[in-house]
């Protein structure tokens, strides 16, 4: 599970002050330095968490619920 994130991003800042302490409990990847994953995802927004099983989430609130939830890194 990782996020793909853009240094740009408005909303990928707001995702970062949503994920509060859990923000570095999951990779980021940036999306202008890996067009071709994004392509091969389809990712046409950001921020987008990709789950393990490639599925994409782009609601901020889910993300958040995803990570939150997620009990790897506890």
Known sequence: ???????????????????????????????????DLCRKLNIRQVPALVKDDNSVEFDLQEIVKVVKNDKRNN
């Open 1 to 35: 599970m990782y996020i793909i994130t853009n240094t740009n991003c408005q909303n990928c800042k707001t995702l970062e002050r949503m994920l509060g302490e859990e923000v570095n409990k999951v990779p980021y990847v940036i999306a202008s330095e890996n067009m």
